[in-house]
Structure formats: structure tokens, C-alpha cells
């Protein structure tokens, strides 16, 4: 299950994207691939364990 604080926006207030890129409400910022990853627990990670960001909104 991804993590609850994950968007996937195609837009931010200055310019549109082509793709959507992943967002995270939890730091109210666009986040690196890399860190998707984490947030989608891909490749054996858990955002409930792995992502500071995760840990720090939900205490």
C-alpha cells in the first residue's frame, strides 16, 4: 500500500508537466524518484519505516 501522503500532481503554480511527478503533502514538496520508490514501497522498502518524512507527519 502506498504511503497516504502521495500525490501524483501534473502541475505546480508556476508550470504544467508532461508527466506527473510525485508529491508529497507530508513536507508540502515535489519528491525525487528515488524517494517515490520509497513511497510506493517498491523494491522491498516500506514508507512506514524507510521515510523520515512519513514518520514525522504521522506522530
Do not use: G, K, S
Not at 497516504?4 to 507530508?26: I, S, V
Not at 513511497?39 to 522498502?45: A, F, I, K, S
Request: glycine share 0%.
Amino acid at each position: 500500500m502506498a504511503c497516504p501522503h502521495l500525490e501524483y500532481r501534473e502541475a505546480n503554480e508556476e508550470r504544467t508537466f508532461e508527466t506527473a511527478r510525485a508529491y508529497c503533502t507530508a513536507v508540502d514538496a515535489f519528491v525525487q524518484p528515488m524517494r517515490a520508490d520509497i513511497c510506493n514501497d517498491r523494491y522491498e522498502l516500506d514508507h512506514t519505516t524507510d521515510c523520515e518524512f512519513y514518520r514525522n507527519a504521522e506522530r
